[in-house]
């Protein structure tokens, strides 16, 4: 479970930075993140997947986003609706 929360706490660093937009170069990044760049472009690539928007901007020497988006992984509390079950109510 540990290493779960790990990748996803890199994925939440790595998208504040590109918010940012000082990730510095690809070999920059990897170094401080503390992986390789091998590992850093398949977390890249994974972002894709997921419909990031990522791509990389030579005039800053950053990657980016092509345009704006979210990102949120965890749980929070939101209102029940009226047709949910809720099993706290007794």
Known sequence: MKI?????????????????????????LACRLGISKTKL?????????????VEYNFTIQSFVYAKAVGFKFGF????????ELNPFVG
Do not use: V, W
């Open 41 to 53: 472009y398949r977390i890249i690539n994974l972002m894709k997947e997921l419909n990031a928007p």
């Open 76 to 83: 929070f509390t939101r209102e029940a609706y009226p047709f």
């Open 4 to 28: 779960i929360i790990q990748h996803i706490e890199l994925l939440e660093r790595i998208d504040q930075m590109i918010r940012l937009q000082a990730t510095g170069s690809p070999e920059e």
